[in-house]
């Protein structure tokens, strides 16, 4: 069956620390993958996408890098604020031109 | 003004009541989605509509319906309320050919006791 993965608990980090985050994959063959930022309360948030020829992608402090053979992304948050505490989801093109969603991860940047 | 807007943002009904859930866009979009989030699980997908003569199930869809009533409007109904369709529901927007990048609603949350 398919199924999306990201990291399963809360990410708690240091301000200006590098926050990583993972979104595994499995049975499926999405030609892009997106990251969207959560706040509570709100609906998710667009942030980048990436194509499966695209190894990495960035945007101001976000990063992310795109591994077909491995199945993975991560997300990187570099030099990170307590503004960027939000929950994180990946979602992968499914078939018909529909989008299926990780659970998303947490993030939390103490000051 | 909002891009997606959706009403109403709270709901608190019974079991067995008729509920229905908004969704409007001035994005211009011919694609519109229902979710639904619960903790832990994510983003599930309801129903879809790639354009006003087109309604298609989402992987939920048991217990809903839907209406697309124009481009901009997207209903969501829930026929006969139950308590486990207590959920956070957000309606979505997105433009064909862009892969399919999504504009949210600010959502709705509906309590059935």
């Known amino acids: 069956s398919q199924k999306i993965e990201q990291n399963s608990e809360a990410l708690n980090i240091q301000e200006g620390k590098t926050a990583t985050l993972t979104c595994n994959y499995t049975n499926y063959s999405p030609a892009y993958l997106q990251w969207y930022r959560q706040d509570p309360g709100r609906g998710p948030v667009f942030l980048l996408l990436?194509?499966?020829?695209?190894k990495e992608k960035r945007k101001e402090r976000l990063k992310v890098t795109f591994d077909t053979t491995l199945k993975q992304s991560l997300f990187h948050i570099t030099a990170s604020q307590p503004a960027d505490s939000a929950t994180y989801l990946c979602?992968?093109?499914?078939?018909?031109?529909?989008?299926?969603f990780g659970a998303g991860t947490t993030v939390t940047v103490r000051a | 003004d909002a891009d997606v807007t959706q009403t109403p943002r709270n709901r608190i009904t019974k079991t067995g009541k008729r509920i229905m859930l908004e969704c409007s866009q001035t994005k211009g979009h011919d694609r519109m989605y229902w979710y639904r989030q619960d903790p832990g699980l994510g983003l599930r997908l309801i129903y879809y509509?790639?354009?006003?003569?087109?309604?298609n199930k989402g992987e939920i869809s048991d217990g809903y319906s839907v209406s697309r009533q124009a481009q901009a409007k997207f209903s969501l109904s829930l026929e006969s309320a139950i308590p486990n369709q207590t959920a956070l529901y957000f309606c979505?927007?997105?433009?064909?050919?862009?892969?399919?990048?999504?504009?949210f609603g600010p959502g709705t949350r509906l309590t059935v006791l």
């Open positions: 979602a992968l093109e499914s078939n018909d031109y529909k989008l299926s």
């Open positions: 979505a927007t997105s433009d064909q050919g862009v892969a399919d990048t999504q504009y």
């Open positions: 509509s790639f354009d006003v003569k087109d309604i």
């Open positions: 990436i194509r499966e020829n695209e």
